[in-house]
């Protein structure tokens, strides 16, 4: 939800992102449109994790090469 708000929001799109190295998320699976829109804008795949509080930020998460949006 948090990437698909920052999509449409007219000044995220304003942003230089020439030095986002690993943009990941969790919480929720990313859909397949907020991925393909984020990577387009970004240049980056939007990397889905799992984590806990305790074990701040991620646990496990997604290759970054051969990361597939699933929904």
Same mark, same amino acid.
């Given at each position: =939800?948090?990437? *698909?708000?920052?999509? *449409? $929001?007219?000044?995220? %799109?304003?942003?230089?992102?020439? =030095?986002? !190295?690993?943009?990941?998320?969790? &919480?929720?699976?990313?859909?397949?449109?907020? $991925? @393909? !829109?984020? @990577?387009?804008?970004? &240049? %980056? *795949? +939007?990397? @889905? &994790?799992? &984590?806990?509080? @305790?074990?701040?930020? +991620?646990?496990?998460?997604?290759?970054?090469?051969? %990361? #597939?949006?699933? #929904?």
């Amino acid at each position: =939800m948090l990437f *698909n708000t920052l999509l *449409n $929001a007219p000044q995220f %799109h304003k942003l230089d992102f020439s =030095m986002l !190295r690993l943009p990941a998320g969790g &919480g929720i699976a990313v859909q397949k449109a907020v $991925a @393909e !829109r984020w @990577e387009k804008l970004t &240049g %980056h *795949n +939007l990397l @889905e &994790g799992y &984590g806990l509080t @305790e074990c701040s930020p +991620l646990v496990s998460v997604n290759s970054y090469k051969h %990361h #597939r949006a699933h #929904r």
